[in-house]
DNA sequence: TCTGGGGTCCTAGGACCC
DNA sequence: TCTGGGGTCCTAGGACCC
């Protein structure tokens, strides 16, 4: 049986835990730049706010209803998760964290009972140890485990529900929306609708080689799983694949030297990933966007890579590959809402070697790497930016707005709760 | 005025190999 | 006049997830 231990309001949760007297009102979280509602308890939700609407749409509506608006504090989310992923690793010998708020774990007993107490008392040590509440669901596949967990978080007051057999998950896949299933997109459900396939369980009781046929392989997987044919195994926790960092500037951007500073500040935020995952990357990719929502200009979004001379840990070759691909991409006059970096292939660091090629050897190679931990040393222990490149800039005007961001309560000292 | 960021997997088509 | 069969690797784009 596989089990879903999934958050609930994951953010907004993560907000109440240091401010009880939200408990009972509206909240929402927003995205970077304070762009979009990118969470929301469910008393917002039972306001109508819609999940991704821009902010500037509903902020009036918001201050007449009082809603709390915070900005988002990865800094907090992020430490809040691996307090409750921690719990769930002591405890459970297979777990899989599928993302910031949910886990997949993975149970070899078949005994329901038992798991269905377990549950609960996971969800009550979750609880007491974080002060976050969870909804789990149990199924014999993936898919039908996201099925209960989506259920029991609507409709089971003790946030559990387990679907062992198909007579106990069939009344549910018929009054299910296509689009609440695991794989099942926008896409995909308008081309179902059109097929005349209405709901979940009629999907299930499609043949898997049409869907394969007009669809793909990935949901006829989904048709196996939801007649309780596991198709997708517990994943244990694997290496990243690609490593990227964007943001949008604040304002539209025509000074190059301003979009220099804030690629720059992501190359080097992107390669602090690579080095503590302990990889090195031979290629840089750097792309630049103009704004998407513009009406009186093209949107326009260009992308051009930098090959190393050798795969490199080290931020001065990002910074400076950047400004090249930068420099090269940049037309004068245009304005410019994002820039970002991405990196796609990560090897590992002992692959890498020297270069009969170049003028680089291997002691060149031990000082930069030897500069960079001292960096991260530095910034980790003191303050993410207590020491950075001049090419990152000082000013950093494009720097996106956060108006409503909530202390880092368990990760910086001066953000410590004082009790009086 | 104001519209997020970071991932994965799959497929088709081009370019190349013998 | 007639022009094979079997591969690999890479990239772009689509669809999906949170």
Redesign the pocket.
């Known amino acids: 049986m596989f089990m879903l231990v999934?958050c609930n309001n994951?953010y907004v949760s993560c907000e109440r835990v240091f401010n009880p007297k939200l408990q009972d009102r509206p909240v929402i979280v927003l995205?970077?730049?304070d762009?979009?509602v990118?969470a929301r308890s469910n008393q917002a939700k039972k306001l109508g706010i819609a999940m991704?609407i821009?902010?500037?749409k509903v902020?009036k509506f918001c201050q007449a209803k009082k809603v709390a608006v915070f900005s988002s504090n990865y800094m907090l989310y992020g430490d809040m998760s691996r307090r409750v992923m921690d719990i769930l690793q002591s405890e459970i010998e297979h777990v899989e964290i599928?993302?910031?708020?949910?886990a997949f774990l993975y149970f070899s007993s078949k005994n329901i009972a038992d798991l269905i107490t377990q549950a609960k008392r996971l969800r009550q040590k979750i609880l007491q140890w974080t002060g976050l509440p969870t909804s789990i669901g149990l199924g014999p596949t993936k898919t039908l485990a996201?099925v209960a967990n989506n259920v029991a978080k609507k409709e089971i007051k003790e946030g559990v529900l387990a679907l062992s057999e198909s007579n106990e998950w069939r009344p549910i896949l018929e009054r299910l929306a296509l689009?609440d299933?695991?794989?099942?997109?926008?896409?995909?459900?308008k081309k179902l609708l059109e097929l005349g396939i209405k709901t979940p369980w009629a999907l299930a009781q499609a043949p898997p080689s049409f869907i394969?046929k007009r669809f793909?392989?990935?949901l006829e997987r989904t048709i196996y799983e939801l007649k309780g044919t596991p198709c997708f195994q517990l994943?244990s926790i694997?290496p990243?694949?690609?490593?990227?960092?964007?943001?949008?500037f604040r304002?539209?951007i025509t000074n190059l030297q301003e979009i220099i500073e804030a690629g720059c500040c992501?190359a080097t935020?992107a390669f602090e990933?690579l080095r503590q995952q302990n990889f090195v990357t031979p290629r840089i990719q750097v792309f630049l966007t103009t704004?998407?929502?513009s009406l009186n200009a093209e949107f326009s979004s260009k992308?051009i890579s930098y090959i190393f001379q050798m795969p490199t840990q080290d931020s001065r070759l990002a910074c400076k590959a950047t400004r090249i691909c930068l420099e090269k991409m940049f037309k004068t006059g245009e304005s410019y809402?994002?820039v970002?970096i991405m990196l796609t292939e990560l090897l590992d660091i002992t692959q890498q070697t020297e270069d009969i090629f170049t003028n680089i050897d291997g002691s060149e190679m031990a000082k930069s790497n030897a500069l960079m931990t001292v960096m991260d040393h530095i910034n980790h222990k003191m303050d993410k930016n207590m020491v950075f490149f001049a090419a990152q800039g000082i000013q950093r005007s494009w720097q996106?707005c956060q108006q409503w961001r909530s202390p880092c309560y368990t990760t910086r000292w001066e953000d410590l709760m004082l009790v009086y």
């Not at 599928?98 to 949910?102: T, V």
């Not at 299933?181 to 459900?189: A, D, T």
């Open positions: 999934d994951f995205s970077n730049n762009g979009c990118i991704g821009p902010y500037f902020a599928y993302s910031i708020d949910e996201k689009s299933i695991w794989g099942v997109g926008p896409r995909s459900m394969r793909s392989v990935t994943d694997q990243n694949k690609q490593i990227m960092v964007s943001r949008a304002k539209p992501y935020q990933k704004h998407p929502f992308i809402k994002k970002g996106g």
